[in-house]
Each structure stands twice: as C-alpha cells, then as structure tokens.
C-alpha cells in the first residue's frame, strides 16, 4: 500500500518555465518531508513541513503542507537544468514496513536548457 | 569527508551467492537505516538500529536478509542465496537521535545486480 501518492509520476519542462508537483495521502501526517535526488546518488534533505498550512522557501523552491496535513506541495520557479532530479516526499507513518519514515514513488523531473 | 559512506558501490554476483555490504554513518549518529530501492520506486524501508539494537524490521525483509550493526558504528547488511528480484540500489542513512524532526542523511548506496 502506498501512503504517499505523488504526481506527476514524470515531468520534462523546459528551463526558466514554473512547474508544481504534489503528495496526496487519505492519512494525517505530523510532518512532512521533501528530498531531490541525482541519478546515481542518494535523496538529500530539503526541507521539512510540520503545521498545517506551513510555507517554506529555499530560492526558487516553495513548500506548502496542507491544512488537514494530509498533502504538500513544491513549487518551482523559473526552473534551471541544475533542478533535474527525483523529487521525494516521505513522512513518518505504520504500514507493512513498520513504523518508519516512508517515500512516495517520487516525481521525476528533467528540465531541458 | 564526513558523510554516510557506502561499499562497494556497485555489485554484480549470480544468482544463489552471498554479498555483503558495508554502511559507514556520520560518527555522531546514533541512528542508521536501510533502504532498498528499485527503478521508478521511492526508497523501502528494510530496518533500523539506535546504537547496536535493532529497532524495526520491515515485514517485507525475506530471511534471506541480515543486519547487523556491532558496537553501533558501521553497519553491514547481507543477503544470502541471491535471487533476481534482490537486484537494487540499497541504501544506507543516518540520523541523530534529537529534538524536532528527524532528518536522514543518506549514503550514495550500492547498486546491486543479480544475475
């Protein structure tokens, strides 16, 4: 069962274009968490969402977590090439790997120059 | 260089062999994780240690897979009688145990390809 439903599944923009992609769960989530990660590489951390309606900013990124704290999204402004990668999201949650933080299948984006 | 150090990188063995590999945390952590992760997949959680005791264990890790995590520094994970299916990136994180959120620092993983 995937608790963490992200979409797009894939995304292929072209540089300096705005883009938004989503994490959607039916579960309430005390925090959220949204990782990139590069082909080869392991996720990074970008940031973390904890109160409903929260926003955050990192440059050209945009983290909102919603009200009922059952989705987030990222937004990204003007994107460049160097914003290509799988983008995360994962919350602490019990499913049938135990009480674990957990990813969604990810967002896969390729921004063209 | 202070980050999560994985070995070896990349693994190819046939099918029905053992492989181990080897998880190097940030050294003030007291947490470490690890996670599979196949092609079009988000990272799936198999188990974690605080210190050197094993805290969860994921439902979906077959028998075939052991951890361990002596004195609770590094970390090593083995699957013996390889199938086809194990072929994955695993990965390894480490954490601190605090205040807040906790935040995983992750390794480069180790590519593993079964034959």
């Known amino acids: 069962t995937q608790l963490l439903e992200q979409s797009p599944q894939f995304l292929s923009i072209q540089e300096g274009e705005n883009l938004t992609v989503y994490c959607n769960s039916s579960?309430?989530?005390?925090?959220l968490q949204w990782y990139r990660q590069e082909p080869g590489e392991g996720p990074v951390l970008l940031v973390t969402?904890?109160?409903?309606?929260e926003v955050k900013k990192l440059k050209r990124l945009t983290f909102q977590f919603g009200d009922a704290r059952k989705d987030s999204s990222l937004h990204i402004t003007a994107a460049q090439p160097g914003d290509t990668g799988l983008y995360l999201c994962a919350g602490y949650s019990n499913s049938n790997s135990g009480y674990a933080l957990n990813f969604g299948k990810g967002t896969s984006l390729l921004v063209t120059p | 260089d202070t980050g999560v150090s994985q070995n070896p990188r990349h693994k190819i063995t046939k099918r029905g062999q053992n492989v181990t590999f080897r998880c190097d945390p940030i050294s003030e952590h007291n947490r470490l994780y690890w996670y599979r992760q196949t092609l079009g997949q988000g990272p799936e959680f198999l188990t974690y240690f605080q210190n050197e005791a094993q805290l969860e264990k994921s439902r979906l890790l077959s028998d075939r897979f052991s951890a361990e995590r002596p004195k609770g520094s590094f970390s090593t994970l083995e699957i013996q009688r390889t199938e086809q299916g194990d072929s994955a990136m695993y990965l390894c994180?480490?954490?601190?145990?605090?205040?807040?959120?906790?935040?995983?620092?992750f390794g480069s993983g180790t590519q593993l390809s079964v034959l």
């Open positions: 579960s309430v989530f005390s925090s």
């Open positions: 969402v904890v109160t409903g309606g």
């Open positions: 994180a480490s954490s601190r145990r605090g205040t807040g959120v906790e935040k995983l620092f």
